[in-house]
């Protein structure tokens, strides 16, 4: 059929005819927002580079949680700035290490939120690399106990759901025998499985307190030149035991997401990163674009390259607009 039988514009005509045919639906279900935990009390700490986003102390916490929620978000993941960071790390895998606190505190005023929690060492290392360091190099296997630890203990504290993001080899076999052993065999690993070394987390690092000491973290994250890598990492993630990939970040890899969506039948994630929200907010605050519909059209752009769920900063802003 061809002009001028077949007329595209008959079926744009009118906003109920556009909402017959649009194939894309972003929904609240789809989203996750990410969260900062920080010590002490009553703490509200604004984040510079991700304008509406804060550190929040554990009691603080269940606001955005529950305001997340009640907008129809489904599940939050959790980020800890600790008080103390040691050259292994060892306040991500404390009994009582901030994250652990804080995924208690949110199933118990929310149990039906779902808590994921980020699994890495980066803000808790006194160097901020994702692993242990030894002679100035990340040494993978010894990184992959204290990985699997701290991923244990945010199961038991509570946590729904763990989601390694250190790009480790073999640290998702590693942390699915750590759970199952432990009587945790129902938790599920959402891994940062195509994980690029990315310029677009500059304001995570700030407000994470997570920017490495030397060096930067391109041996072990993934060179972003690089698209049949990522259908290897994911696949390997996928035979060691992950539940649910993901390709990070999310707008500058949506070739990424559709390549991967095509290989594989698990639910695949996709991380609209710090830096991605961060050009929209400033471009915004400029009055160069409009915030609201900028954001809608990243997203469900994000979910039309094939992602089944969306970790955003704007997870609550999308949800209420989308309702
Ligand atoms: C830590 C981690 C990072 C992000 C999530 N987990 C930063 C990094 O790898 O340096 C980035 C999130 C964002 O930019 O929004 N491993
Ligand atoms: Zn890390």
Not at 137 to 165: C, F, I, K, W
Not at 243 to 260: E, F, G, N, S, T
Request: charged letters at 25%.
């Amino acid at each position: 059929m061809l002009f001028p039988d077949y007329r595209p514009r008959r079926l744009r005509a009118s906003k109920g005819l556009r909402r017959m045919i649009r194939e894309t639906q972003l929904s609240p279900d789809d989203l996750i927002l990410p969260l900062f935990a920080v010590g002490g009390r009553s703490v509200k700490n604004p984040i510079d580079a991700l304008p509406g986003q804060f550190q929040y102390s554990v009691d603080n916490l269940v606001t955005p949680a529950r305001e997340a929620f009640a907008a129809g978000v489904p599940a939050v993941i959790l980020f800890g700035i600790p008080e103390r960071k040691d050259p292994l790390g060892t306040s991500a895998y404390a009994k009582d290490g901030i994250v652990q606190k804080a995924v208690a505190a949110l199933k118990n005023k929310l149990p039906e939120l779902v808590v994921i929690t980020d699994v890495c060492l980066c803000q808790y290392t006194d160097h901020g690399h994702c692993g242990v360091v030894e002679g100035n190099r990340v040494q993978n296997d010894a990184s992959l106990e204290l990985l699997a630890r701290t991923a244990l203990s945010h199961a038991a504290a509570g946590a729904d759901m763990v989601a390694p993001s250190d790009m480790m080899d073999g640290r998702v076999a590693e942390i699915r025998d750590m759970l199952d052993e432990n009587g945790f065999s129902h938790t599920p690993i959402m891994a940062y499985s195509a994980k690029y070394c990315s310029a677009y987390y500059g304001p995570f690092r700030e407000a994470a307190d997570s920017a490495p000491k030397f060096g930067d973290r391109r041996t072990y994250q993934m060179d972003p030149a690089n698209a049949l890598e990522a259908v290897r990492e994911v696949t390997l993630d996928i035979e060691e035991g992950a539940d649910i990939v993901m390709v990070k970040p999310a707008l500058a890899y949506l070739d990424i997401i559709c390549r991967v969506r095509q290989e594989i039948d698990l639910p695949l994630a996709a991380y609209n990163v710090s830096g991605e929200y961060a050009m929209i907010k400033a471009a915004a605050k400029m009055g160069w674009l409009d915030e609201t519909d900028v954001m809608l059209e990243s997203l469900t752009a994000i979910k039309r390259a094939g992602a089944d769920m969306i970790l955003t900063y704007f997870a609550t802003k999308a949800a209420r607009a989308v309702a």
